[in-house]
């Protein structure tokens, strides 16, 4: 009788040997529940401070005597300390055990909600934002979910990380209606504390008691074998993978290539969308209907590239997702109409649902034990692409039409896309 193949599955500081094929163990696989952790982890790091973030604005800019312009220096700060910190997170997401990262991260984002609810100066404002938010996320957002699950799954490893990447998406369509109802009921400061009060009650415990680092056999080893009868090989069997060999990796500078311009295009048009609404004739209500769409078609295209990536791999449905954000870019710029923009601004939301194929890719090429690193070095890159709606804006005031910023940049997406198809797998 010919034996199984076998693979070398990385279960903490030892390799062990499994079959290839590992006979699934029926019952509640706990790599699911690592999902869930990492998911909620996601919601109630990003939730309020990003996507509740302009709900607040006018409030803040009443009670602490501060243009919304300065206010929005947060999120500028947000961003710019996140790219910082995210090699860092990286680099210990790979030697600290996960439990301990994600205890420590929602701690800070608790203390960071509660600490906005008690603000009374601008500056205040400003260093939490741009020193313990940053903190807070880079140990409990995707730079260490993103690893930890990619230690839990090898098959059905796309299907996994999107879900994951829904407390990005989902957050920015579930929080901001509920927030809006609560919010005349509700002073906005009692709204922050309570949201950190409910972080540090509920999240932190969970984090402590359920997250693992790696499944055992206990928990079965269908999910982290091999599909086939090939064994897991290659870059993945890789343990340690130092920052200058990701830098020397051609699959990280093709992640990078494809995902900052598609990533801008998506951006730029969420961070304008009111804007270029208002050059077309539309109210304030349509400005609304168009952002629930975007948020909506993130959502959607989050769950079908995780499953794409499980059935074709990354590279096919990254480049083709890049093609349908700059189509809908080229569509935006050129549509009129609601029925027109709508179209665009639907094809340019499903770029958002990028970050599955993102993970994957890095978590193929380098391992699940080195993707913390490299995934870490990939975000560095992030403060790019944020000068994408502003080149946008800015290149409407000079010329007074978004077509040209919005064409230019999704020609760049094109190309992106077509390095894409360059991706060894």
């Not at 947000?78 to 910082?84: C, D, H, K, R, V």
């Not at 299907?159 to 009921?185: C, E, H, M």
């Not at 900052?260 to 209907?289: F, K």
């Amino acid at each position: 009788m010919k034996p199984p193949a076998t693979a070398e599955i990385n279960l903490g500081e030892k390799w062990m040997s499994v079959a290839a094929e590992a006979p699934r163990k029926f019952g509640w696989y706990h790599g699911w529940t690592i999902v869930a952790i990492a998911t909620l982890a996601q919601v109630a790091s990003n939730g309020m401070p990003v996507n509740a973030f302009t709900l607040f604005v006018v409030d803040w800019s009443s009670n602490l005597n501060t243009p919304v312009s300065t206010l929005q220096l947060a999120i500028a700060l947000l961003g710019l300390g996140s790219a910082i910190l995210a090699p860092f997170a990286g680099g210990l997401a790979d030697k600290v055990p996960a439990r301990t990262l994600l205890v420590t991260g929602l701690g800070l984002v608790a203390l960071f909600h509660v600490a906005i609810g008690a603000i009374f100066a601008t500056w205040q404002f400003l260093a939490l934002y741009g020193v313990v938010l940053p903190l807070g996320m880079a140990l409990s957002t995707s730079v260490i979910t993103n690893t930890l699950v990619s230690r839990w799954f090898v098959r059905r490893r796309g299907l996994a990380l999107a879900v994951t990447s829904f407390g990005l998406s989902g957050a920015g369509v579930v929080l901001p209606p509920i927030i809006a109802a609560l919010l005349p009921l509700l002073q906005w400061r009692m709204l922050w504390m309570g949201a950190g009060t409910l972080i540090g009650l509920v999240m932190l415990p969970l984090a402590f008691w359920l997250v693992r680092d790696r499944p055992t056999e206990e928990d079965g080893l269908h999910y982290v074998s091999a599909p086939g009868d090939q064994p897991v090989s290659g870059a993945a069997a890789h343990v340690e993978v130092h920052w200058r060999e990701v830098f020397r990796r051609r699959t990280f500078w093709i992640v990078v290539a494809t995902y900052l311009p598609l990533l801008g295009l998506w951006g730029g048009v969420n961070q304008n969308l009111g804007p270029i609404a208002s050059s077309r004739g539309l109210d304030q209500s349509a400005v609304g209907l168009l952002l629930s769409l975007f948020s909506g078609a993130q959502l959607g295209s989050t769950l079908l590239m995780g499953l794409l990536s499980d059935r074709f791999g990354n590279r096919r449905p990254l480049a083709m997702l890049a093609v349908i954000a700059a189509t809908g870019g080229i569509i935006t710029a050129l549509g009129q109409g609601m029925i027109g923009l709508a179209s665009g601004i639907v094809l340019v939301g499903m770029g958002g649902g990028l970050w599955p194929l993102i993970a994957s890719a890095i978590a193929n090429e380098f391992g699940a034990a080195a993707s913390g690193r490299a995934f870490g070095l990939t975000m560095a890159f992030l403060p790019i692409m944020a000068f994408a709606p502003f080149a946008i804006a800015k290149t409407h005031e000079m010329s007074g039409s978004y077509v040209p910023g919005l064409i230019g940049i999704a020609i760049v997406t094109l190309v992106g896309g077509g390095i894409c198809l360059l991706m060894k797998e």
